[in-house]
């Protein structure tokens, strides 16, 4: 096992790979930019290294930066966390040319996944659903406007180096076709560096359904089942839960068989996570893989009762997985707590946490690496926290959840626990009956 991890990460799952790796007796080091030297993650490790100024690409991007860190600290392992350089093959090949393992998959497998016309292509191959479309890149306006006469309008135009949304077009006719191409290969090669793009079909009002999986250095793939992360705004997830309240037990044996067809098609090792539109009819669709710890992590652990962020560790140290899959015996959905105003268009709100009172009691969960006197620094992403719920019901764990957010008290900055609060009482919500689409309409009262 590894004697010392470096967290090439900040926040709270900088914090929360620290929580893991001290109760498997592991030594931790932190890396911090001068912004973050009064984080919580900078006090519970045991060593801590300020690696730059406060932009990104000084510090939790900077991979020299890092790798002197780990070098200096004689750290034996990075765990990268989300984001950064959680999904950067360059940092994975680097990790390793220094004798330090990257707690992740290999670089080919990042970059198998990374291009999604290319991963793509290996899901065809390894017989996992994929959306109607043409195989490859458009090569020209032409193509693309006969492509769309064989696929059928709507399209959707991609950007293969994409993912998550930048780079997307939805074309309802021929008429808008040639700007549409034209915009979305302008933003790609911005964006990307890559202006490669690519044609589907556009499936409309589509759940987001993904599959958690994990493999072993030794060809052993299993998944974790599903979490649902449909409620969205501009692409940025706000509560995610397990099991999803559209699953059926048929439609959860051929999703994990599919995910663990796709893990395996590239002899997966670590965890990841397979994402799949859903559409009205339960069909589902591969859109791309994920090749890192996600946010919501956390309602598979607590509906699975596992440890993913162990599983990580001792995966890449080598360990290997019993084989078999894991089902819900419970139902858990989080909130995610940022610093951004609901009433105002989520308007990034950082600055001083004067008051603080976090919830507890039965069935709660809460990550996050803020504490009163804490001073949220505008150069990252405004999440300050996830609340979990966990209940053996779904209708139970949004009343868990809505007692949790109503003891919440966070006062200094704006925060997105009112818009949280409304949405558990939202009927649609309640019933389970909601897709992407559904946050376009929701107002705040
Ligand atoms: C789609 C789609 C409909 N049809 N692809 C959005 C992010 C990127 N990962 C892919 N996305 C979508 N791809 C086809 N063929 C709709 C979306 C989409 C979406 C997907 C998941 C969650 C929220 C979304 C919001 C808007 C669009």
Request: aromatic share 8%; charged share 25%; hydrophobic share 40%.
């Amino acid at each position: 096992m590894f004697k010392k991890i470096l967290i090439a990460n900040r926040g709270e799952i900088a914090l929360r790979v620290i929580r893991t790796c001290k109760e498997m007796g592991i030594k931790t080091v932190a890396v911090y930019s001068t912004a973050d030297r009064n984080s919580l993650h900078v006090k519970f490790a045991d060593e801590a290294i300020c690696i730059g100024k406060p932009s990104s690409t000084d510090s939790y991007l900077n991979i020299p930066h890092i790798m002197a860190a780990a070098e200096i600290t004689n750290a034996d392992a990075i765990h990268p966390g989300y984001g950064f350089l959680a999904e950067n093959a360059k940092f994975a090949q680097i990790c390793t040319d220094h004798g330090i393992k990257f707690i992740g998959p290999t670089p080919d497998m990042i970059n198998a996944m990374g291009d999604k016309v290319t991963a793509k292509e290996t899901m065809i191959k390894a017989g996992v659903p994929v959306v109607p479309g043409v195989e490859g890149l458009l090569e020209s306006v032409e193509h693309a406007i006969e492509s769309a006469k064989t696929v059928g309008y709507p399209v959707i135009l991609k950007a293969t180096a994409g993912g998550g949304g930048k780079g997307m077009r939805v074309v309802w006719s021929e008429e808008e076709i040639e700007k549409a191409f034209d915009t979305a290969k302008a933003e790609a090669a911005a964006s990307f560096k890559n202006d490669g793009i690519y044609m589907e079909k556009f499936v409309e009002e589509p759940r987001h359904i993904e599959i958690q999986v994990a493999g072993d250095q030794y060809g052993s793939v299993c998944h974790l089942s599903e979490r649902d992360c449909s409620i969205q705004r501009r692409h940025q997830k706000l509560v995610e839960e397990s099991p999803s309240p559209f699953m059926t037990p048929e439609l959860r044996e051929k999703m994990g068989e599919a995910a663990i067809k796709a893990a395996a098609s590239i002899n997966y090792e670590g965890v990841g996570t397979i994402e799949f539109l859903v559409d009205k009819h339960r069909n589902f669709y591969f859109m791309e893989m994920n090749t890192r710890i996600q946010v919501e992590h956390c309602v598979t652990e607590e509906v699975v009762n596992y440890d993913l962020i162990k599983e990580q560790i001792k995966i890449a140290a080598g360990h290997k997985i019993s084989g078999k899959n894991y089902y819900p015996q419970m139902h858990a959905i989080e909130c995610r707590i940022n610093a951004e105003d609901p009433y105002n268009d989520f308007r990034p709100s950082p600055g001083k946490i004067t008051v603080l009172h976090t919830p507890g009691g039965h069935g709660v969960r809460v990550d996050s690496h803020v504490y009163a006197g804490y001073v949220i620094p505008p150069y990252y992403d405004s999440m300050i926290g996830k609340l979990i719920a966990v209940a053996q019901t779904r209708e139970e764990a949004i009343d868990t959840m809505s007692r949790a957010l109503s003891e919440y008290v966070i006062e200094g900055i704006k925060t997105t626990i009112p818009f949280h609060l409304q949405l558990m009482q939202n009927e649609d919500f309640r019933k389970g009956n909601f897709t992407t689409k559904f946050l376009e309409s929701f107002v705040m009262k």
